[in-house]
């Protein structure tokens, strides 16, 4: 493709474009991927979220990655909904190590009002504490996603986890237009959009690239874009597949960041099993978002002492926290009176 695109701020993406950069020479599409990310993010800047599963199990769908899905026997323990003094304890630890956003996600298909209205109650809480907050619950409708925009949310994570083609070989209890009908009534209630996907569950390039065509074609590209590697969970059918090849990994976000150049390209799940070098190339492709923590939903993260020796020796630094959102200052004061980032990576309720 033309090269002189890269770079530049588009929603008209076409697939043989998108083709044309997964097959570009691995070093030159690096090269045009960390040309753009100077162009437009902070070099050597990493922002980190750290994610608590404030309800587990028990989720009706039957995404094929995830061990929370009731329909299958992974071994998981179910949890209730977690008190509220629970939740924003968390956040303060997770602050206290240096993260900037904590992120709740919750197994559900699409949260009930009394559901909605208590994690609303967390999302003013932990927003109290000058952290950036996200949610991941599942379905909304417009009216939910202005309640939590109200408490003060400020992201909303839905991941769209592949291609429209391939995603009835993952989930069957919900359509890919369902997502999609609830990212617009996120971005309709003026929130952040963290949306992204799996890799590694039997899908090809050509699903790889019409995913990330999905996103970069959305009318606001989202604020992050997490690029999960599918963490395979003994009991769930995706257990088994073959993995991504790390330098497939590595071009899809590199690609990612070309065609996404102002959003976060968050380096999820799956984490764990990569090598210090292989998340290095990651970062160089254009990855500046990560999960910080022992533990991602369910599944397990690097720990905290070895992100840190990783960005000792990569001379790495975190993002610096946001200013608090003013349109949320008087959910504060009433505080201080008183699910999904896809699963496998991530969550993806
Ligand atoms: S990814 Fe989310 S929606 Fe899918 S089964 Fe797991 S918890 Fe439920």
């Not at 929603?11 to 599409?29: G, I, K, R």
């Not at 009731?70 to 323990?77: A, F, I, K, N, S």
């Not at 995603?167 to 890919?176: A, E, P, S």
């Not at 990569?274 to 369910?298: H, R, V, W």
């Given at each position: 493709?033309?090269?002189?695109?890269?770079?530049?701020?588009?929603?008209?993406?076409?697939?043989?474009?998108?083709?044309?950069?997964?097959?570009?020479?691995?070093?030159?599409?690096?090269?045009?991927?960390?040309?753009?990310?100077?162009?437009?993010?902070?070099?050597?800047?990493?922002?980190?979220?750290?994610?608590l599963s404030i309800k587990?199990?028990?989720?009706?769908?039957?995404?094929?990655?995830?061990?929370?899905?009731?329909?299958?026997?992974?071994?998981?323990?179910?949890e209730t909904l977690l008190e509220i003094n629970q939740v924003v304890e968390s956040a303060r630890?997770a602050k206290?190590?240096?993260?900037?956003r904590f992120c709740m996600g919750a197994?559900y298909?699409?949260p009930k009002p009394k559901q909605v209205a208590a994690i609303a109650q967390m999302i003013r809480e932990v927003r109290a504490l000058g952290m950036e907050t996200c949610a991941t619950l599942g379905?909304l409708t417009?009216a939910q996603a202005v309640e939590l925009k109200n408490a003060g949310l400020d992201y909303y994570?839905?991941?769209?986890?592949?291609?429209?083609?391939?995603?009835?070989?993952?989930?069957?209890?919900?359509?890919?237009?369902?997502?999609?009908?609830?990212?617009?009534?996120?971005?309709?209630a003026?929130l952040?959009?963290?949306?992204?996907?799996?890799?590694?569950?039997?899908?090809?390039?050509?699903?790889?690239?019409?995913?990330?065509?999905?996103?970069?074609?959305?009318?606001?590209?989202?604020?992050?874009?997490?690029?999960?590697?599918?963490?395979?969970?003994?009991?769930?059918?995706?257990?088994?597949?073959?993995?991504?090849?790390?330098?497939?990994?590595?071009?899809?976000?590199?690609?990612?960041?070309?065609?996404?150049?102002?959003?976060?390209?968050?380096?999820?799940?799956?984490?764990?099993?990569?090598?210090?070098?292989?998340?290095?190339?990651?970062?160089?492709?254009?990855?500046?978002?990560?999960?910080?923590?022992?533990?991602?939903?369910?599944?397990?993260?690097?720990?905290?002492?070895?992100?840190?020796?990783?960005?000792?020796?990569?001379?790495?630094?975190?993002?610096?926290?946001?200013?608090p959102d003013?349109a949320h200052e008087c959910s504060h004061e009433h505080t201080h009176q008183g699910n999904?980032?896809?699963?496998?990576?991530?969550?993806?309720a």
């Open positions: 493709m033309d090269q002189t695109l890269l770079g530049t701020l588009r929603h008209d993406w076409t697939l043989p474009q998108v083709q044309s950069l997964f097959a570009m020479p691995f070093l030159d599409l690096l090269f045009h991927a960390q040309r753009v990310h100077r162009q437009y993010q902070e070099p050597s800047t990493v922002q980190m979220s750290t994610l587990t199990g028990a989720c009706p769908e039957d995404c094929a990655y995830c061990s929370q899905s009731v329909r299958y026997d992974t071994g998981l323990e179910r630890r206290e190590a240096g993260a900037t197994a298909r699409s379905m417009p994570n839905h991941n769209i986890d592949t291609s429209p083609e391939y995603y009835d070989k993952v989930i069957t209890t919900r359509t890919f237009q369902d997502r999609l009908d609830t990212l617009e009534a996120v971005r309709e003026g952040k959009v963290c949306c992204g996907g799996i890799l590694g569950m039997g899908e090809t390039t050509t699903d790889r690239a019409n995913m990330l065509l999905t996103l970069a074609n959305l009318p606001v590209h989202p604020e992050s874009v997490p690029i999960n590697q599918l963490v395979q969970i003994p009991g769930t059918p995706l257990h088994g597949k073959a993995g991504v090849d790390p330098f497939d990994f590595v071009r899809t976000i590199a690609v990612a960041r070309l065609m996404m150049p102002a959003a976060h390209v968050r380096l999820s799940a799956g984490r764990e099993a990569m090598s210090d070098e292989l998340q290095a190339l990651c970062f160089m492709a254009g990855a500046n978002s990560m999960f910080y923590g022992e533990k991602l939903l369910t599944t397990g993260n690097p720990d905290v002492a070895r992100d840190q020796k990783l960005f000792a020796r990569l001379g790495l630094k975190a993002e610096a926290a946001k200013a003013p999904h980032v896809s699963e496998a990576r991530s969550v993806s």
